[in-house]
């Protein structure tokens, strides 16, 4: 399976953020790095439908989608487990082992609001890798993790994203040296 | 945050009443009838409780005026769920909602009265002083909801029934709390004027005009007493429901 996207324009009042851009994502992660502002965010938005292009198309974006968002959308007055279970309906037997090894813990009765901005993060990238998709979409999942904790969230999305596209939106390219490489807001 | 009632204090403007019931009766001739005490108020009230009149008439006001609050904040919260992704429904309800938000309650009770029969009277304005604080209320909790997480929710296909008890149901629920505390007071109150001027029959509004007209001030404070209880009881029920709403969504 592929994305591709031709074309694709995408403007703010009046601002343009994604000029023409042409891409082709294939299965396995491909990084999208940018400066700040310069349409990372956009073009994930574009892709997962959440807002229309001004001129383009996109194929093969209509399939199931899973998402680690800018912001870690997570419902913050309950449990990890709640949370798995809002977004995914059930908590698949998996779960326990995968956030095991993101240091996290599935029974932890707190509400979610306790943990620190790093174990967030790291919930948001468990829902996301969890739910049955058949395309990631991961906008800066590293946010306020340090490097232990990259390489482990690094390691499980390369595991999971085997056989679907991962588009990884990323500041910082360590460890992914080797994945295609999308670079936005370039002449 | 409303000061709460402390004992000695409750106690202290009881004396007071007592004290002032006893010196009118001593300085005025019938002055007793003026202003009963709370100790006559008590003993009518302890009279009155084993008269199946008596629980009649506060079953019968219960009824109608918990059952209009009920009914209006059931259509409110639908026509309010409705209404917030649809700009023109809002507009089409504001100036309803305003008129009975500013229109005198005994304009409504005079005017229903030519309509409906005085039974439905309570029932009526009880409903229709409910509606605009709890519909203002939630169409307000509505448009706060979170937007990311109804991205969420679209990206991860994620069904109805969960999207409501995930994000609506914890969204709006604090707002729908307040207003149905807010409500629940307005109704009680104006339930029972629209009792007072309907006088429909064995209901607590036409006891207390009884009292009014005989100058039965133990009566009249005992009523008054009983009203008050139903109010906080109904309001105590309700409010605990609401919580177990709010404990099962946050669950």
Redesign the interface.
Known sequence: MELRVEGLCKSYRGRPVLASLTAVFREGVTCVSAPSGMGKTTLLRLLLGLERPDAGVIHGADCLWAAVFQENRLLEDRSAAANLRFALGEIPGEAGDLLARLGLELRDPKPIRDWSGGMKRRLALARALLAPSEALALDEPFTGLDEENRARCLELIQERGRGKPVVLAVHGLAGLEGAPLLRLGEP | MAPKLRPWSVALWLLAWQGGSMALAAAVPGGGLLLASPVQAARRLLELLPSAAFWRAAGNSSLRISGGFLLSCGLALLLASLAAGRPWLQDLLAPPVAAVKAVPVASFIILALVWLDSRSLSFFISALMVFPPVYLNVLEGLRGTDV??L??A??????LR?RIW?IYV?QVLPFFRSASSLALGLCWKAGVAAEVIGLPAGTVGERLYTAKIYLQTPDLFAWTAVILVLAAGFERLFLALVDGLVRKA??
């Open positions: 990311q997480l991205e969420l679209q990206v991860y296909r994620i069904p969960r995930g914890p946050g669950a």
